[in-house]
């Protein structure tokens, strides 16, 4: 019985080492999983972040629903829902891209990139137009609010039954949670194109296609979380109540 | 097999470091700061936290001289709050937080689950960088003009009624914590995937168990806090209205999200240090440790049940009765697993072969300091009790006696057992013998008469108090004096043993780990060969079966 | 949690599987399931459910989401690692929201 | 020792006339929770025994000179079992009787006598009902039942008497209530435990337990003129709460005659037990607790009245048995046409 621990391994060095194999990982196929893994772990942290958020609003979801009824109804569900879809379509070019890395076919993977990148600025460019409309109509807590629309219904709003004082202040809650979740979405996005940017250009180069497209795969995975917390976000602050 | 240490020095005449290791591999600044290499990463931790450590030692100090007498005399009461603060920020999320996991575990997790390195070197670095971030923000608000929120940034107080640096001092919070769930982040990935073929996962060492409840712990619970401190920066900088009750929010609702985190986080603190003990209790009473399954899974235990007993820190704070009655009992069930570490760290000891080397003393230190520390916490955990022990030195001193005595005599036997093997050399052995009797000592003078004035009724963080609780607190604060010497001493030996200490050769604990079977120090890449392990942790017939070069050194 | 029994432990050891390449195929039809779920989400919103509003918009969103994690995301397949990985963080997530709503739940229940 | 230092001396007397070691026991629950404490101190010198006595036993008997070779030991599941069983079983004990204790401190007696608090960066006030006001002080009989119904204006605070073994936060936004009942007279610590800013220390104040006699004296001798519950008229009476809340049979609002604790409809269906805590919420947040049949009309007054004025009224509310008296100042209001100087008087009693 031979007990030594430390016996000697064959040393992998029969097979090629491909120059994107880190030195520390035994195979390319150990390097991939490892990397899929963090990113997991990290899309892990990702939903803990958000749930904090999603804890406060269902909190006081139920505590101030008139207002959050009020809060939501102010907001443009065409916006919403084109910005849905937008995403969504980000989320299908970003698989496709995925896809055109794993068949290493470069110039599709560059262009399904660019598409993505487009309809991530769409997004970003429909929620800067909701933004500013927030802040026309004082609905931005902290910095410009008040509680007029909500009190005296405007023209535009006239089916609303006006709510009573005590409740129209509480859609500061409501606009407080739209922006705190809709900006942290909003930061990610930001983030995400950024990254983008610099894929398209390496991809360009021809860097992830050929055989290593790891990085490819897991911003991938990043842009689908993000992707999936608009999914919730968006009944949950454009569409509470509609039919009221 | 006579002597009286198992510690077998080459002679010293002929003794010499290896050529070749992970210090002398490159030289310059630059080959530090840039480095991948876990080794070198961990060293790099170990300068900073040993910094922040006596920064906030020195606000300690400051505190418990504050206390000498009944007047605050020697500060004005909001000086008092800022040293404070500074003292819990510095030494929750500074030095606690990272201490074992990110220089010992960052030194050792490779190496004992057979990897060359973790498993996102770059990502390791940076979180040594969002360390170094959040430290230079702490120091900035610190500089600026202190924050006086008390660690725990309590709203409304944190984000309307006070006018210091609350948001410096969160965002470096935020930033700590990015740096910790990355170290978490890393280290799971790398028990995953990195292990060496034939390590399964119950021939891990104890302490990579440990290691892998508390990263657990730091993945899932850190983000909340980062959430909760963007929704209070939001709130003080542009008054959205989330935790603030005058525009309808929840105060509680803070207290909930931060213990979410705050919470698991003393375990994330206390884990890593009981897989020290372990690795130390093994080695030096040469047996495996007792019922290994058990105290693996009761790390595990720990880590999950963490996340259900946050609100025993509200009980008084206007949280639902109801609630507090879950809550309470759910406490209850987690002090379980930690008796079952203590009772089976104890039952190592029976028929062994024990040694009375430093970090075993420091072991038993722990053991002892810990499980009043843990029995304390049941007090109050206990409803009824909570309430009147609650918010006064008596949770101080429970706290300190599971951080401190806990932690950190676990983190200086870790230290002391590993220090060898990070550097090659040894440690003065009746010098740290004496310095482990002198912290002891030190300790129990400082926090065992803080219970005693916690019952009294002294509540924490106050810069006066009334006449009658002054004895007390002078004994406290001449412990701290002695626990300062404590703290001082192996800083001076150690750093002297850089240069003047024995060489300590490749294993003088004989121990088992895969760590004691390789060079000191290590090679950049650890292993000259991977190792194939065919034996489980703390195997000291195998051990006993190796000859003394067949481990691995490189010439 | 994220703590298996011993034997989904070991079940979890990094498996040499092939890489499983998903067609244009499916992200199309997954694709188109994701915005008829927005228009239905849409659509729902505006009739009257009573309580079953908030309910089919989390519903349909829940769903969409699992597409999105199983598909796009390739969890359907990835190791069961991955797959105990996802599960994890939304029950910590589960956890954090119903342990608070224990006492958001029973603030009401009575005097005390 | 003197004639050596006689500032060490000093101290020293000083120290010791002065030295505590354990805190009185001056409250109805205060024996319950220290027998919790000595149960508690008792397990952890047993357990504490056990783990030292294990470790030295095992350091003597077991040290390598003594036992050269170790004998390997995988564990035990009898063992295992043992140790987690019997410390669960004794946590499980702690926990029941630490909520039998918490069930006893939190839960106020019937005939207990209220007193209103109100926590403000960085004094405690007292409100007793009958107009005596207090700062940083706060005198109570013995072996009467004293319940706190307290307020922050501010931050959180913590309303701590540690010779009662009572305390409780106190919450911006939400009343929070403690009792006890003293059974020593004395003087005793009141603590702000929970920190509070930057004069958290010198948050702190005297409880003064006195026997009932000397109780009634001192209320009698401290009275500022009118009770919490004139003053609530006059407040009802200046924001007009009476046009609508007056008993009539056409009034908009509902009636406030012996309002307070009966169980009320809401619009919603539910059933709601009318306590402090609910007329003051109903004052800020009127429509969130609608009664069943009224329109949502009320206006808040969040940011109007101060804490202590909503004391005042919540105490005068309880204390309404009949809605005579405001009917009488609605139609002497309604009469005078420039309205407001009817408020300005000393109220007529």
């Known amino acids: 019985m031979d007990s030594q621990a430390i016996a000697t391994q064959p040393e992998h060095g029969h097979e090629e080492h491909p120059p994107y194999l880190r030195h520390h990982f035994a195979t390319v196929e150990q390097q991939r999983e490892t990397a899929s893994f963090g990113m997991w772990l990290f899309l892990l942290t990702e939903i803990m972040f958000f749930g904090g958020l999603f804890t406060a609003y269902l909190i006081y979801r139920n505590w101030y629903y008139p207002a959050f009824v009020a809060g939501s109804h102010q907001l443009s569900i065409f916006l919403g829902t084109l910005n849905t879809a937008v995403l969504i379509c980000s989320s299908f070019t970003m698989a496709m891209g995925v896809h055109a890395a794993e068949m290493k076919w470069r110039k599709p993977l560059v262009g399904w990139l660019l598409a993505t990148i487009f309809l991530g600025c769409v997004f970003l460019g429909v929620k800067a137009v909701e933004y500013h409309e927030k802040w026309e109509k004082h609905h931005v807590p902290g910095l410009n609010f008040s509680t007029q629309d909500f009190t005296h219904p405007s023209a535009q709003y006239k089916e609303e039954p006006p709510l009573p004082p005590d409740m129209a202040a509480k859609t500061q809650v409501y606009f407080s949670l739209y922006f705190a979740m809709t900006g942290m979405h909003a930061l990610h996005m930001i983030i995400g194109v950024s990254i983008l940017l610099v894929l398209v250009v390496r991809a360009w180069a021809g860097a992830y296609t050929a055989g290593h497209m790891t990085t490819i795969e897991n911003f991938g995975l990043y842009w689908h979380f993000v992707d999936i917390v608009w999914i919730f976000l968006f009944p949950l602050l454009y569409l509470i109540s509609r039919h009221q | ?555 | 949690m994220s703590e298996p029994t011993q034997n989904e432990v070991l079940d979890t050891e990094p498996t040499h599987h092939s890489e499983h390449i998903v067609s244009p195929k499916v992200y199309g039809v997954i694709f188109g399931a994701l915005l008829l779920g927005t228009a239905i989400t849409v659509i729902a919103s505006y009739l009257e459910l009573g309580i079953f509003n908030p309910i089919v918009a989390l519903a349909i969103a829940c769903i969409k989401a699992v597409l999105v994690i199983l598909f796009f995301m390739h969890v359907k397949y990835s190791s069961r690692l991955t797959k105990l990985t996802v599960a994890a963080g939304f029950f910590t997530f589960i956890v954090l929201i119903t342990m608070s709503m224990t006492d958001y739940i029973s603030r009401a229940w009575g005097l005390w | ?349």
């Open chain 2, 1 to 555: 097999m006579s002597t009286a240490t198992i510690v077998k020095l080459p002679p010293q005449e002929t003794a010499s470091l290896p050529k070749r290791s992970y210090l002398n591999n490159e030289y310059g600044l630059k080959s530090w700061l840039l480095t991948g290499d876990h080794k070198r990463i961990a060293i790099l931790y170990l300068i900073s936290i040993t910094f922040f450590f006596f920064i906030g030692g020195a606000m300690a100090g400051l505190i418990r001289l504050e206390l000498l007498t009944p007047q605050s005399d020697l500060m004005a009461m909001d000086t008092y709050n800022k040293v404070f603060t500074m003292h819990g920020i510095i030494m929750v999320f500074l030095f606690l937080v990272p201490s074992v996991p990110a220089t010992i575990g960052n030194f050792l997790i490779p190496i004992m689950v057979g990897a060359k390195d973790l498993a996102f070197p770059k990502v390791n670095l940076l979180s040594w960088y969002l360390y170094i971030f959040a430290g230079c923000f702490t120091l900035a608000a610190l500089i600026l003009g202190g924050v006086d929120t008390g660690w725990t940034f309590t709203t409304p107080l944190s984000t309307h009624y006070l006018n210091t640096h609350v948001i410096t001092a969160g965002l470096g919070i935020f930033i700590a914590g990015f740096s910790s769930i990355f170290t978490g982040l890393n280290f799971i990935v790398t028990i995953h995937r990195m292990r060496a073929p034939g390590m399964t996962w119950f021939r891990l060492p104890l302490f990579v168990w440990s290691n892998y409840a508390a990263s657990i712990l730091m993945v899932l619970g850190t983000p909340v806090l980062a959430i909760t401190l963007v929704l209070v920066i939001l709130e003080r900088a542009i008054g959205i209205g989330v935790f603030d009750p005058a525009k309808g929010g929840d105060p509680l609702l803070f207290q909930h999200l931060f213990w979410f985190y705050s919470h698991p986080a003393v375990y994330i603190m206390i884990l890593p240090g009981m897989g020290v003990i372990s690795e130390v209790i093994s080695t030096f009473s040469r047996k495996r440790v007792f019922g290994y399954t058990a105290v693996a899974f009761s790390s595990v235990a720990i880590a999950v049940f963490g996340f259900f007993v946050w609100a025993h820190h509200m009980f008084i704070m206007g949280v639902s009765n109801y609630s507090a009655l879950v809550f309470s009992l759910l406490t209850m069930l987690v002090a379980v697993p930690s008796a079952i570490k203590i009772f089976n760290w104890a039952a190592t000891l029976y028929k062994g072969s024990i040694t009375f080397e430093t970090p075993m003393l420091y072991a038993f230190g722990f053991m002892g300091l810990f499980t009043i520390g843990g029995l304390t916490g049941v007090f109050l955990g206990s409803l009824g009790m909570d309430i009147h022990l609650t918010e006064t030195y008596f949770i101080v001193a429970h706290f300190h006696f599971v951080m401190v005595g806990g932690m950190l005599m676990a983190f200086l036997s870790g230290i002391h057992f590993w220090w060898p093997k990070m550097t090659g050399r040894m440690y003065p052995e009746a010098l740290s013998k004496l310095a482990a009797l002198i912290t002891f000592i030190g300790f129990n003078l400082t926090f065992f008469p803080q219970f005693i004035v916690g019952y009294l009724g002294m509540p924490r963080r106050y810069a006066s108090y009334p006449p009658e609780f002054q004895v007390l607190n002078v004994l406290s604060t001449a412990g701290a004096t002695v626990l300062g010497v404590g703290y001082l001493l192996p800083m001076i030996y150690l750093t002297w043993s850089l240069k003047h200490g024995k060489i300590a050769g490749n294993n003088p604990w004989q121990a088992t780990g895969l760590e004691w079977q390789i060079q000191s120090p290590p090679l950049t890449e650890n292993f000259v060969e991977t190792p194939i392990v065919d034996h489980e942790a703390y195997d000291y017939e195998w051990l006993a079966h190796q000859t003394e070069h067949e481990v691995q050194t490189v010439g």
């Open chain 4, 1 to 349: 020792m003197h004639f050596i230092s006689p500032v060490l001396w000093q101290f020293l007397i000083n120290w010791l006339t002065h030295f505590a070691l354990f805190p009185p026991e001056a409250s109805t629950v205060a024996p319950y929770t220290d027998a919790l404490y000595f149960f508690l101190v008792l397990i952890s010198l047993v357990g504490m025994a056990i783990v030292v006595l294990l470790i030295v036993l095992f350091s003597v008997l077991y040290r390598k000179e003594r036992n050269p070779e170790a004998t390997p030991i995988e564990g035990s599941t009898l063992l295992e079992a043992t140790w987690t069983i019997i410390p669960l079983a004794l946590f499980m004990v702690t926990f029941v009787w630490g909520a039998l204790l918490y069930f006893r401190i939190y839960n106020p007696p019937t005939n207990a006598m209220n007193i209103y608090i109100v926590g403000k960066q960085w004094m405690w006030k007292a409100e007793h009902p009958g107009g005596q006001h207090e700062i940083n002080a706060l005198h109570v009989p013995i072996n009467r039942p004293v319940q706190l119904t307290m307020i922050s204006q501010d931050v959180f605070h913590s309303f701590s008497i540690p010779a009662f073994r009572v305390k409780r936060e106190v919450i911006p936004g939400r009343y929070s209530t403690v009792w006890f009942t003293a059974t020593q007279t004395g003087t005793y610590h009141l603590f702000c435990t929970q920190y509070c800013g930057t004069l958290h220390s010198a948050m702190i104040g005297e409880i003064v337990a006195m026997t009932p006699d000397d109780y009634q004296r001192w209320t009698a001798g401290s009275t500022s003129g009118a009770s919490l519950a004139q003053n609530g008229e006059r407040l009802f009476a200046s924001l007009g709460c009476a046009s609508c809340h007056n008993g009539n049979a056409n009034s908009h609002g509902p009636s406030l005659a012996e309002v307070y604790g009966s169980k009320l409809q809401m619009a919603n269906g539910s059933f709601v037990t009318v306590d402090d805590a609910f007329l003051r919420d109903t004052i800020l947040n009127p429509t969130m607790h609608q009664v069943a049949g009224y329109a949502p009309i009320m206006p808040t007054y969040q940011g109007q009245i101060s804490e202590e004025g909503l004391i005042n009224l919540v105490e005068y509310i309880k204390n309404l048995n009949s809605n005579y008296r405001v009917q009488q100042t609605l139609n002497t209001s309604q009469v005078q046409t420039v309205a407001p100087a009817a408020g300005q008087g000393v109220v007529k009693q």
